[in-house]
């Protein structure tokens, strides 16, 4: 079966793919994080930067990742930045690439049961770490509900003026 980022047939839990975790600066402290929680869960990441709280350029952490996800290597990502707002922007301009920001256990449900997201993009100065890890909880626990839902994902991928 194909394994680029069409749609939610990779999301089960016997996906042995990584997921891949990446962010800018903003995002550094709540990312070591998510890697933390992940890994207490027994979850495999890829961690793609940065490594410290230097000021770097989230666009570059953003297509690693999306890169990643597009081609197949893994099966979900997470990216971190300030608000998440830069990060999901550059990840959504990859074919394929379904980034929400979610800041509430509800929004990254319906990230994934409606959107058939497959990145998630956090707030490292909008929510702590508690919530952080709803959100987390909820994103990597719901499947997608596929039908209606299906065809409108597929209108995301059409041809753009
Ligand atoms: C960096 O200061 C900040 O702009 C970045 O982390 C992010 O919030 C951008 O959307």
Do not use: W
């Not at 597009?70 to 997470?78: D, E, K, N, V």
């Not at 300030?82 to 990230?111: E, H, I, P």
Request: hydrophobic share 40%; glycine share 12%.
């Amino acid at each position: 079966m194909n394994a680029t980022a069409t749609g939610g047939e990779h999301m089960g839990a016997e996906d042995a793919r990584p997921i891949a975790v990446a962010s800018d600066h903003g995002g550094f402290d709540l990312k070591s994080h998510v890697l933390a929680y992940l890994a207490d869960q027994g979850l495999e990441a890829a961690d793609l930067g940065t490594r410290s709280r230097e000021s770097v350029d989230y666009p570059f952490f953003a297509a690693q990742v999306a890169r990643g996800v597009q081609a197949g290597t893994y099966r979900l990502g997470i990216l971190v930045c300030g608000t998440g707002l830069g990060m999901s922007m550059m990840a959504n301009r990859y074919r394929g690439v379904r980034a929400a920001v979610c800041s509430s256990a509800y929004t990254a449900r319906m990230a994934r049961e409606h959107n058939d997201a497959n990145v998630l993009c956090l707030g490292g100065r909008v929510i702590g770490t508690g919530q952080a890890e709803d959100i987390l909880r909820a994103f990597l626990d719901q499947p997608f509900a596929g039908g209606r839902h299906a065809r409108r994902i597929a209108c995301l991928d059409e041809d753009l003026p």
